[in-house]
């Protein structure tokens, strides 16, 4: 399911130029631990671990 968010995620960051927001990673405690924002022009980016115990965000709000 995860696997399937992500593939339609990224379909619709390449067929909109509208598309924006940031996946949030957690670690097993539930800490944030890693980011990736597309579509927020300077803001775009990424840090940390990418875990399968994610979130996302729809807009440019993102702790970078």
Known sequence: MALAV???AAYSFSATASWQGTWNYY???GALV????AGCGEQDGSWGVK?????FTQG?????
């Open 51 to 55: 875990t399968s115990n994610r979130s």
């Open 27 to 29: 670690n097993e405690e």
């Open 34 to 37: 890693g980011q990736w924002t």
């Open 6 to 8: 992500g593939l339609l």
């Open 60 to 64: 440019c709000a993102v702790d970078m």
